[in-house]
């Protein structure tokens, strides 16, 4: 058996770069307070196409001010991939979904990517898209 690395020759055009597009993949971030929560959050999330992929990381231990108390516990890592444009319909639908009274939503942007992974993302959220929704307007109040 080989040790040697693998080369994969790239062609340019296989790479893309995103230039800020209201489709253009982000990466979300957020928790769940176990296994069993997390895992009914990114089913509905994908089958709904609010998300193209979701990742299900480990426990981790979390420590955080609530309230004016230091608080902690364990939580799931939850890890989305989904376009920029439908990040309202995917934030209110994790509001709807999470027990939280605040639920981590960080949005992270692709600078680039595979362009056929890219536009598999893209295909795969048009459904959770609001052709009416701002992709700025992330708060329930707004």
């Known amino acids: 058996m080989s040790t040697a690395p693998v080369s994969h020759p790239v062609a340019p055009a296989a790479v893309r770069r995103q230039e800020g597009d209201p489709a253009d993949t982000v990466i979300v971030q957020t928790t769940a307070p176990d296994l069993m ?12 196409r609010r998300v193209a992929c979701a990742h299900i990381g480990g426990p981790v231990t979390s420590m955080y001010m609530w309230q004016g108390k230091l608080e902690g516990g364990d939580e799931i890592p939850l890890t989305f991939k989904t376009a920029a444009d439908a990040l309202p319909a995917l934030y209110q639908r994790l509001c709807e979904l999470h027990p939280y009274d605040v639920p981590e939503f ?34 329930k109040d707004d």
Not at 111 to 139: F, I, K, M, Q
């Open 106 to 139: 960080l949005v992270q942007g692709v600078v680039a990517g595979s362009a056929p992974y890219l536009a598999w993302v893209t295909e795969n959220t048009r459904a959770g898209v609001d052709p009416d929704s701002s992709a700025h307007c992330l708060c």
């Open 37 to 48: 929560l997390a895992k009914r959050i990114a089913h509905h999330l994908v089958e709904e």
